[in-house]
Structure formats: C-alpha cells, structure tokens
C-alpha cells in the first residue's frame, strides 16, 4: 500500500504532499519524504552508483527503512516525485508505471494557466486523479 | 494523446494578441507590449517543455537541451526542425528557421522594394520590420521559457534581417 507521495520543487520546496494513511502519521511520513532529497540529489550528482541507465527520470529505489520503501523520480525540469509504500515486495514496473501516471497527472495540473509556477498544487482533480493512481496501485501489485 | 489544434486559429489568435497589446492596451508604449507578449509566450512555453519531456531521460548538457528544442520542440510546435544551429561554445546559440511558419502570413509592402533611397519608403519599412518584431517576441517568450524551466536561464532575441527566415539568438546566462 503507498502511504504517501510527494511533489518536490527544483529548489527543493514541497508543492504537494499527502499521505493515505488512517493514523496521525503524517508527520513521520514527512520526514522521510524529507531525508530522502538528500538521495536524490546523491544520486543525481554521482551518476555512477545509480546503475546502468544513465540519466534516466526514474530514480528506482532510493532507500529500505524498518517498514518502508522509498522511491523517487526526477523529471526534466528538475522536480521530484517522492513515493513511500509499505509493500516490501514490489515490482520496478508497477512503480514506474505509477509515477508515468502520476507525472502524466502532474503535467496536467501545471498546465492549467491559473496554475503559479513554484507555488503548491492545490487543485482538486490534481487530488482526486492522485488517490485513483494511488488506489489502483495497490491492486495492481495485489493482482 | 493526439490532439489537433487548427493552425489558422492558431494564426488568428496570435495576430490578435499583438495587435490588441501593440494598438489598445499600450498603443504609445510599445517596449511594454513586447514585455507583456514575451511574458505570456514564457508561460507557454513553461508548460510546454513539462509536457514534452516527460518521456524522455534528463539532459546531461545545455547542448542536448538545446538540441532538444530544435528538433523535438520545434516539429511539436511547427512540424519542421530548426534548419540550422550555430554555436561559439560560449553560450551563445543561433536557431534558425528558412521558413518560420508564424511569419509566413506577413507580407511586407511590395511597393517597398523599388526606391530604397526615398525617405517616407524607408520609414514604411522600418515600421513594417517593426510591426514584424512585434510577432516575434511571442516565439522569443517560449524558447526562453522552455529553457529556463529544464534549468538554463537565458535570454533569447529575434532576427529578421532575411525574411521569411528567421533566426533566434539564445545567450546563456553564466
């Protein structure tokens, strides 16, 4: 299950971040949204450790804690998208197919021209196209 | 995925806007019509090269980012490539179009081609090559957005000097 994901501005300024749990964790979840930039930007500045495919937008998976995983994406104009999930085994496809739909879903709310470049997301489709991602997610690796 | 956009509604909208910022709202100011019109090609220009990269890897370079911008880019906006890229490697590139499709509506009095040396012709053409400029801050606002949203902050001007081809210079800022 994804507990939370997160939008991450080129300045390192959080423009949207939820999670979708049902206990008062959100600050925990925060956090490790938080430690996790510093692995994105390892990652990016030191391409060596980060595998054969040079350059690529998705990050795989940045770090394994107690009881999550963390991966990351990093698009071309430098914001990140940060995804915490509790499943333990999950396949690279499944999570890259997410954030293909989750950036496709972020490209979208950006375009809107009421949108301010750098300020946080706060439409509503935005919100709501996320949690179907996000619970479709859950089934696909179910399945 | 495929959208279509009808390119004489394009056309249409993009002579209106000029015409609306240079003659209404600042018809006596026209450096603050060039801004305004450049910053809106900016927006665009934004969202555009969000959208446009996404499936592709990042750029290592400013290079491949600009290269990006003459191929990919223009065969989105104008279903043709940039025809010719110059570089000093320096940060100074040229991108040049042999046939800029959004000048190829604009035609320039022909009446200005004989009798060069007569005064009133040779302020018909600098109004003319002005009123042309004019067009072009749009195309300038969109590189210079595409840009500085994959991370180069730049200035981009326009050129005009043998039309209808085009050239647009982009000056990295270090």
């Known amino acids: 299950m994804i507990v939370c994901v997160a939008v991450v501005g080129h300045q390192n300024n959080p423009l949207y971040i939820q999670s979708f749990t049902e ?5 925990k979840l925060h956090h490790i949204v938080h430690c996790s930039l510093d692995v994105v930007d390892e990652r990016v500045n030191n391409p060596k450790k980060s595998g054969p495919t040079l350059n690529e937008t998705f990050l795989g998976l940045l770090y394994p804690t107690e009881n999550y995983k963390v991966y990351g994406y990093l698009t071309n104009t430098k914001v990140k998208f ?3 999930t509790t499943d333990l085994d999950v396949r690279d496809a499944d999570v890259r197919n997410f954030f293909r739909r989750f950036h496709a879903a972020y490209v979208d709310a950006v375009s809107n021209p009421f949108h301010i470049p750098g300020k946080k997301i706060t439409s509503k489709t935005f919100s709501e196209r996320v949690s179907a991602i996000v619970k479709s997610f859950g089934l696909s690796s179910a399945g | 995925m495929g959208r279509e956009v009808s390119e004489s509604c394009v056309d249409g909208l993009l002579t209106e806007m000029v015409s609306t910022y240079c003659n209404r709202f600042y018809a006596n100011k026209p450096e603050l019509a060039a801004r305004r019109i ?6 665009v220009g934004h969202q555009l090269s969000e959208r446009y990269t996404m499936e592709r890897p990042r750029f290592s370079d400013h290079l491949e980012a600009i290269k990006f911008i003459c191929k990919d880019f223009w065969s989105e906006l104008f279903k043709k490539q940039i025809d010719n890229l110059k570089t000093n490697h320096r940060g100074t590139f040229v991108l040049q179009d042999n046939r800029f499709r959004w000048l190829s509506r604009i035609s320039i009095d022909p009446s200005l081609e004989n009798g060069e040396a007569q005064d009133p012709s ?12 004019m067009h072009l801050y749009f195309p300038c606002g969109i590189i210079r957005g595409a840009l500085s949203n994959l991370g180069i902050p730049c200035a981009v001007s326009a050129d005009i000097s043998n039309l209808p081809a085009c050239s647009f210079v982009v000056r990295i800022k270090a």
């Open chain 1, 23 to 27: 206990e008062d964790d959100a600050l």
């Open chain 1, 82 to 84: 940060i995804l915490v």
């Open chain 2, 38 to 43: 450049e910053a809106i090609g900016y927006q």
């Open chain 2, 122 to 133: 040779a302020m018909a053409e600098s109004k003319a090559a002005q009123a042309t400029s």
